[in-house]
């Protein structure tokens, strides 16, 4: 038997071991193009301050009210409502109940309690709810809907 000699391994080059980013844990909602149709104001319920909003259309014709501003202070969700489940909200009400802020709850991801309240006085300025004798109670306003459907009809056809 014939020895050979051995070749002696090449030394390991060390490798530097980078990290591997975990995943986000949180999933990052992409928000759909949006038009603004119009941009108003209104007071707070309790008169203390102003706040300014936005009424957005997306790329699919889906409607959206969302709350960008609050002269007063404070926090407030700033995300996009959409605007028929603001509607389906109100019609779910039943005629001898009134509307409150926590009929609203649900529409919000964000936490801020001010948000509901918020958008109660939007609803008010805009017509979809009016208020009755009871402080912090409202109800449906009869064609206030159907008002503000039409004032978004004629904000798109001004805007297209």
Known sequence: MIKTPMKK???KKSVKK???KKAAKKSVKVE???QILAT???QTLSGKSTLTYQIAIDDKENI???ITGNDGG???SKEYVLLSAIINTIESVPDNQSITSVHFLRLFVGK???SYGFLLAILLKEGLLEA???KRQYRKSESGIDKFLAKIDELKSSKG
Do not use: T
Request: with cysteine; charged share 15%; hydrophobic share 45%.
């Open 9 to 11: 391994a090449a030394p």
């Open 40 to 42: 108003s104001k209104c």
């Open 64 to 66: 959206f009210l969302r």
């Open 132 to 134: 009755l004798e009871k």
């Open 74 to 76: 404070g926090f407030w």
């Open 32 to 34: 759909p193009l949006m």
């Open 112 to 114: 801020s309690q001010n």
């Open 18 to 20: 980078v990290p591997v």
